[in-house]
């Protein structure tokens, strides 16, 4: 069974290093999948004491205020003999053998993260100690639970903490450790009141009752202890931690688990307790529990990680096979999904595909229909024909036809074209744009390239922008051609004044008039 608390932490480290400690991902988290066991205390409730006794080390930071600003993942391994020794994941090839160096270490790595701003993070620490006296065990050490934040603390720090401390025990496979220090009432516990809130029912909380031996004289805590008080699906635990005056006296962890033992083996009110009491006991029982719950978790992991594999290999298999290394490579696959891009935009404009019959509608509908919407009739009023030939003919008279007016006649008349053309270029920019964006989806070489993708996408749309102003300038230089371009043949299919019946001798001024322009223009 110590095998499978050992691949537990293996598969933490592992979630750690590959960024999943259990925050929102859009891919299943395996960490929140993994039983594990939460330290949850508010401040000055002994919590870092209880972890150290466990571990038989002084290794936490202390200090007033929020001490632990990132969550300690605390992997216990036990060993059969040697030195002691710790590891840190972000230190992989450093053992410390010292333990106020691991101490430093905690608070250099923690404002790495933070800063010096006092803020809070939820990313891990991982941190392995290796030791005969241990239990094999992994525990996660949070930040302690406050009602005021600290001088140089950001705004909404103590709603921050008590956030990330219930975003990691209201997950199932969360075993709560809920710290409560016997010298206050238990109803205003945080631990116990953030427990309740997420374990009701108390099926996954230990509860563990510090600094019984400083409880005003006359009073004890039996009735908690017994769970009389406050009932829970597991035994309560009371330990003695060392006192202040202990630390600063540097008596030593084995010490104090013999007197912590004396403790409880002498006091009156204890002794009958004495063999379920104590920081030794309390390492044991979550060593088991952890142990169980594990078994008990096994065939749900394995369902997981089969089932995230196989997601896995399919995304793999829809991306394609890996990117060449050299850039001869990486040259040549570019090109080749390039080509594959651009014939695919071929086969929509050449009707393989759908989308490109939208063009020849362009030209047979829409082009056509804005034509015939133009108002010819404002140009080819008799007054505007009389008035646009006598002002560029003049008295003059002319062999065939008044040519300077009919010319300007018809030259304002084509340059009206000049709007449904340009619009015609519009829209079969807007088409080819569309296609171009749906060859780029039907790609499928893209998608395993997604900076390659936006790179195409750009370059298509650029040049797709460039050819539309081009195309406008040719568009317009054809209508401005029509108009330049009227043949001699053009004016001698209109038919000489003389030729049918008129009469030379009238003046020129009413030789123009509605019967003559009109015949005329029609022809």
Same mark, same amino acid.
């Given at each position: 069974?110590?095998?499978?608390?050992?691949?537990?932490?293996?598969?933490?480290?592992?979630?750690?290093?590959?960024?999943?400690?259990?925050?929102?991902?859009?891919?299943?988290?395996?960490?929140?999948?993994?039983?594990?066991?939460?330290?949850?205390?508010?401040?000055?409730?002994?919590?870092?004491?209880?972890?150290?006794?466990?571990?038989?080390?002084?290794?936490?930071?202390?200090?007033?205020?929020?001490?632990?600003?990132?969550?300690?993942?605390?992997?216990?391994?036990?060993?059969?003999?040697?030195?002691?020794?710790?590891?840190?994941?972000?230190?992989?090839?450093?053992?410390?053998?010292?333990?106020?160096?691991?101490?430093?270490?905690?608070?250099?790595?923690?404002?790495?993260?933070?800063?010096?701003?006092?803020?809070?993070?939820?990313?891990?620490?991982?941190?392995?100690?290796?030791?005969?006296?241990?239990?094999?065990?992994?525990?996660?050490?949070?930040?302690?639970?406050?009602?005021?934040?600290?001088?140089?603390?950001?705004?909404?720090?103590?709603?921050?903490?008590?956030?990330?401390?219930?975003?990691?025990?209201?997950?199932?496979?969360?075993?709560?450790?809920?710290?409560?220090?016997?010298?206050?009432?238990?109803?205003?516990?945080?631990?116990?009141?953030?427990?309740?809130?997420?374990?009701?029912?108390?099926?996954?909380?230990?509860?563990?009752?510090?600094?019984?031996?400083?409880?005003?004289?006359?009073?004890?805590?039996?009735?908690?202890?017994?769970?009389?008080?406050?009932?829970?699906?597991?035994?309560?635990?009371?330990?003695?931690?060392?006192?202040?005056?202990?630390?600063?006296?540097?008596?030593?962890?084995?010490?104090?688990?013999?007197?912590?033992?004396?403790?409880?083996?002498?006091?009156?009110?204890?002794?009958?307790?004495?063999?379920?009491?104590?920081?030794?006991?309390?390492?044991?029982?979550?060593?088991?529990?952890?142990?169980?719950?594990?078994?008990?978790?096994?065939?749900?992991? #394995?369902?997981? *990680? =089969?089932? @995230?594999?196989?997601?896995?290999?399919?995304?793999?298999? $829809?991306?394609?096979?890996?990117? %060449? /290394?050299?850039?001869?490579?990486?040259?040549?696959?570019?090109?080749?999904?390039?080509?594959?891009?651009?014939?695919?935009?071929?086969?929509?404009?050449?009707?393989?595909?759908?989308?490109?019959?939208?063009?020849?509608?362009?030209?047979?509908?829409?082009?056509?229909?804005?034509?015939?919407?133009?108002?010819?009739?404002?140009?080819?009023?008799?007054?505007?024909?009389?008035?646009?030939?006598?002002?560029?003919?003049?008295?003059?008279?002319?062999?065939?036809?008044?040519?300077?007016?009919?010319?300007?006649?018809?030259?304002?008349?084509?340059?009206?074209?000049?709007?449904?053309?340009?619009?015609?270029?519009?829209?079969?920019?807007?088409?080819?744009?569309?296609?171009? #964006?749906?060859? *780029? =989806?039907? @790609?499928?070489?893209?998608?395993?390239?997604?900076?390659? $993708?936006?790179?195409?996408?750009? %370059? /298509?749309?650029?040049?797709?922008?460039?050819?539309?102003?081009?195309?406008?300038?040719?568009?317009?230089?054809?209508?401005?051609?029509?108009?330049?371009?009227?043949?001699?043949?053009?004016?001698?299919?209109?038919?000489?004044?003389?030729?049918?019946?008129?009469?030379?001798?009238?003046?020129?001024?009413?030789?123009?008039?509605?019967?003559?322009?009109?015949?005329?223009?029609?022809?």
């Amino acid at each position: 069974m110590e095998n499978l608390i050992s691949l537990v932490n293996k598969i933490q480290r592992a979630c750690t290093a590959l960024g999943d400690h259990g925050d929102e991902s859009a891919m299943p988290t395996l960490w929140d999948s993994l039983p594990s066991i939460a330290v949850v205390g508010g401040q000055s409730s002994g919590k870092s004491s209880v972890l150290e006794s466990i571990v038989g080390k002084d290794f936490l930071p202390r200090g007033s205020g929020i001490v632990t600003r990132r969550p300690l993942v605390l992997q216990l391994h036990k060993i059969d003999e040697g030195r002691e020794y710790a590891e840190f994941m972000h230190l992989p090839r450093k053992r410390f053998t010292d333990f106020a160096a691991v101490r430093k270490e905690i608070s250099d790595e923690t404002d790495r993260e933070t800063g010096r701003s006092k803020a809070i993070s939820s990313v891990p620490i991982h941190l392995s100690i290796f030791s005969p006296n241990v239990v094999n065990l992994t525990l996660v050490d949070l930040p302690g639970l406050t009602k005021v934040a600290v001088d140089g603390q950001p705004e909404g720090t103590v709603q921050d903490i008590e956030d990330m401390v219930r975003a990691f025990i209201e997950k199932p496979n969360c075993i709560i450790l809920a710290i409560s220090p016997a010298n206050q009432d238990l109803a205003t516990s945080d631990a116990i009141k953030i427990s309740r809130e997420v374990d009701p029912k108390g099926e996954r909380t230990f509860g563990v009752l510090t600094k019984i031996d400083l409880m005003d004289q006359g009073t004890n805590a039996v009735d908690i202890l017994e769970g009389r008080s406050y009932k829970l699906q597991f035994p309560w635990i009371g330990v003695v931690n060392r006192s202040q005056a202990d630390i600063n006296k540097s008596i030593d962890m084995i010490a104090a688990r013999r007197r912590e033992r004396e403790y409880f083996a002498s006091s009156a009110e204890y002794r009958h307790l004495a063999n379920r009491m104590g920081s030794e006991h309390l390492g044991r029982v979550l060593s088991k529990h952890l142990e169980v719950v594990i078994k008990s978790r096994i065939p749900g992991l #394995q369902s997981l *990680i =089969s089932k @995230t594999i196989g997601e896995l290999e399919s995304e793999l298999s $829809r991306l394609g096979k890996p990117i %060449a /290394a050299d850039a001869g490579g990486k040259l040549y696959v570019i090109m080749e999904i390039s080509r594959t891009f651009d014939q695919i935009f071929k086969e929509h404009l050449d009707g393989v595909r759908s989308g490109g019959e939208k063009i020849y509608g362009v030209f047979d509908n829409q082009f056509p229909a804005a034509l015939k919407r133009l108002q010819f009739d404002k140009q080819l009023s008799m007054d505007n024909i009389r008035k646009l030939i006598t002002e560029a003919d003049g008295y003059q008279p002319h062999l065939i036809a008044p040519e300077q007016g009919y010319r300007r006649l018809i030259e304002s008349s084509l340059i009206c074209i000049r709007g449904p053309a340009e619009a015609a270029v519009d829209a079969v920019h807007g088409i080819l744009k569309d296609l171009a #964006q749906k060859s *780029i =989806s039907e @790609t499928t070489e893209l998608k395993q390239y997604p900076p390659l $993708r936006v790179e195409v996408a750009n %370059a /298509a749309f650029e040049s797709l922008e460039r050819m539309k102003e081009e195309s406008k300038r040719a568009t317009l230089q054809l209508v401005d051609m029509e108009c330049g371009y009227l043949t001699v043949d053009f004016f001698r299919k209109l038919p000489q004044d003389i030729e049918k019946g008129g009469n030379p001798t009238v003046s020129l001024f009413d030789r123009y008039n509605d019967s003559y322009l009109r015949r005329d223009t029609m022809s």
